[in-house]
């Protein structure tokens, strides 16, 4: 495929959203012609599956079933939208991928899924494909809870089932991106996103400047 996959990963309120439009916008500066996703919910099916993932009581659904449910997305998530739009030279970026799955699903449920269950999932659905970068942004999860909180106070949706999981929870999110970093540097890349926007911002740009020569 000519084009490239980037995935922006993290736990809640680290700031994605933002730090994805605008690597997008730089990107365009770069006459590069992209597409911005986000999983779960960057497909029509999967609109309806995050609905059922992020709203509703916490304990509605286990790890199995969200495990289930986020490869169903991730598969047509890959099919219709993702792996065309590389094809045809496009830049994706993308606000969550696998990675989310293996912090959220294995780490934050204190392992109740094997790791081993969820890369089968993976290789069934995705296959060997994997991102080109992976940009992860780590924050304290106080202080990210605090930012998701406060947005979704302005926000029309109730996507707040996974914000209420508990403290505890979120600290092990986090430990299990930082642990997927070190397991897979070539990829991944780490960054403190408690700092202004603009900065981080500039982190990112040299970041994907330099990894594929811009």
């Known amino acids: ?34 597409l911005l ?8 099916v999967g609109a309806e599956l995050r609905r059922i993932l992020t709203e509703g009581e916490v304990n509605k659904l286990d790890a199995v079933a969200e495990a289930l449910l986020f490869f169903a997305d991730r598969r047509l998530h890959m099919v219709q939208k993702v792996w065309p739009a590389m094809e045809n030279d496009t830049w994706v970026l993308s606000d969550r991928f696998a990675d989310s799955t293996m912090a959220y699903q294995y780490y934050a449920y204190d392992k109740r899924l094997s790791k081993e269950d969820i890369q089968a999932l993976y290789r069934f659905a995705v296959g060997d494909f994997v991102p080109d970068l992976t940009i ?8 990210g809870l605090a930012r998701s909180f406060k ?9 707040t089932r996974i914000e209420n999981q508990g403290l505890i929870w979120h600290e092990r999110l986090r430990s299990g991106f930082l ?5 897979n540097p070539e ?28």
């Open 1 to 34: 495929m000519s084009g490239k996959f980037i995935t922006f990963e993290g736990g809640e309120g680290t700031g994605k959203s933002t730090q994805i439009k605008l690597l997008n916008d730089f990107l365009k500066q770069k006459n590069k012609q992209t």
């Open 37 to 44: 996703t986000k999983e779960p919910g960057g497909t029509e």
């Open 136 to 143: 992860i942004l780590d924050i304290d999860p106080q202080i």
């Open 151 to 159: 947005k979704a106070e302005t926000m029309t949706n109730k996507e």
């Open 179 to 183: 642990e997927i970093a070190k397991d």
């Open 187 to 214: 990829r991944c890349v780490v960054l403190d996103a408690d700092k202004p926007i603009d900065e981080l911002h500039l982190e990112i740009v040299d970041i994907v400047s330099q990894r594929f020569e811009l």
